[in-house]
């Protein structure tokens, strides 16, 4: 695995226009992604991270704004790429899954139509038959057969749907892959089959991919690093056995105690206590402060910064400030 | 585990069968229960566990009267439900309640918490004059951690969160004083976070008030975390039962081993996924006259018999039971 970012993202914020108000939504979030690496963004509803996500491709529209920041992919600006750049760049190099992809397909036209509709757009030298070919290929790779290819999508049930959708983001073999809540709608079992199905693709093709979710003991089983948003901040970030195991920042460590464990030792666990912050009225100092246990007067006044705590684990807390860069 | 004492519910056999408009189905009716059969104790959880559409809910609101029944028993402290006089299922209504997925369309958006908590308590006259009603609802807020309470009895639905949403509706429950309560995925809807919080909230009212709960939940985690006793669905079946950590740690109907193998687990990082073993992934519609055991067209060691018929309960311990051909003498 390259230690060569594919996609870095530099300071970036994303706001909401909402009357007079501007709600920042992402605030200044920094981090990478690897070439062949899977990145996991947790965080809770509201947090931004499919905010972020949108704003990666640049897919977001008014009333979102990106005030500051840059996305460099390999080197380039995504957000000053003109129309043409962004077309290009969109599902060839990076293609995007949304939350309950599967109700993206249009119920009335055919899966094969769907399906070659991406590839004649982006490819539109090739012949018929080689277009069709492609997306039978395609719905080979994720499990389904192809000569299921003319169904329409009620035809499907939502596991294949979200199959189909896997194999329309994969059909111009981007380098990256944005999967926002792939298997939450899911039942488990096809969950599992869908994650199994996305570890054998990356082991085929060395996408990297960017998996948002809130379900850590998912990201647990499938990605080398993981960020942690709490209210449109980035609170940490570390390699996925740290993030799991050693958890640093307070906020980490409450939405790591909220899982109950299926094996292991059964325990009593809390939570965390209080609600999600409002982002119509954001605090002075951190934002987690007001349900912090381990809360101090600086926490109040000031918002403390991303450090390294040691190298590949970053955090953004008033306990780590001391002896850090 | 009270086993011995006399349970509060006690289901025998239930079956119910949807009409089917066709389409889906040839058959004019599917089967969304087939021979369920289990007990709920009171200080006691039992979880009902399974995908969507196994008939989880389906149990949920046939016990509380929202569906009625096909065939089979119903008794509630010995008294079969379905016989009730409309007085009797006032009464009936005030022991056995439910708390829903969504928490948000669950509260009406132009009422007041105060006003939701009032209604139940004026209704099964809990009450008797105003200020003793205030009081009421005052140390019942306080009671789910709604504090202030003065001040949060004052708000409406919009002004709390999903997790205050899920609070007032455990309140109104309480509020009642049910025997039952019957949470059909009460924390699915909510923020991590937030979830434990509610969990814990209902752990304290099964202890506190020795309330009989049934969790409809589809993770295993929770249902481990909270209930004490577990029910595996699975397309309208009961097909495996018992202590929960058994159930967890030594599951023996192939359907509850692949769901179990199924569950995201940090702790299994690393280790050797063992490969899933599914025949076919349809799963079928079931319905009056369909046979044999509803897992057979994806398990891996179906028999011809499993085709025919549907086994019949084979106790693995003193409280594991499971309806599998692989176990038993037959």
Redesign the interface.
Known sequence: MGEEPLLDIRGLSVEYLVGDTRLRAVDKVSFSINKGETVGLAG??GCGKSTLAFALAKLHKPPALIVEGEVLYEGKDVLSFDDEELRRFRWKETSVVFQSAMNCLNPVISIKDQMTDVIRAHHPEMKSAEVLDRARELLQIVGIHPDRLNQYPHQF?G?MRQRAVLAIALALKPRLIIMDEPTTAL???V???I??QLAELKEQFGFSVLLIS?????M??ITDRIAVMYAGKLVEIAP??DV?FKPQHPYTQ??V????????E?K??????G??LSLYSPPKGCYFAERCGQRMSLCESVDPKLVTIHPGHKTKCHLFAQGAS | MSSLAKPVFSVKRLVKDFPSSGGISKERTIRALNDVSFELHAGEALAVVG??GSGKSTIARVLCKLHPKTSGELLFNDTEISDLSKNEIKGYREQVQMIFQDPYGSLNPVHTIYHHLARPLKIHKKVNNKKELTDKIHSLLEEVGLVPAAETAKKYPFEL?G??RQRVCIAKTLAIGADVVLADEPTSAL???????IL?LMQKMKQEHNVAFMYIT?D???A??FAERTAVMYVGHMVEWGETEDI??APKHPYTQ????????????NKD?KP?H?KN??IPIWSAASKGCPFVSRCGEAMDKCSQNMPEITKISEKHFVRCYLYGDS
């Open positions: 809770e509803s049930s596991g039942d488990v079992v969950e599992r089959e994650m199994d809130h379900d850590l003991s998912l647990g089983e996925t056995e799991l409450g939405l105690n909220s899982f109950p464990h299926l094996f292991g059964k009593e666990l809390t939570g965390i206590p609600n999600p | 995908e969507s969160s997790g205050q923020d991590v976070s937030i979830r434990l919080g814990n589809h295993l985690a929770t481990r975390y967890i740690k692949l769901l179990i193998s199924a569950v995201p687990d940090p702790l299994k990082r996924a899933l599914v992934k349809d």
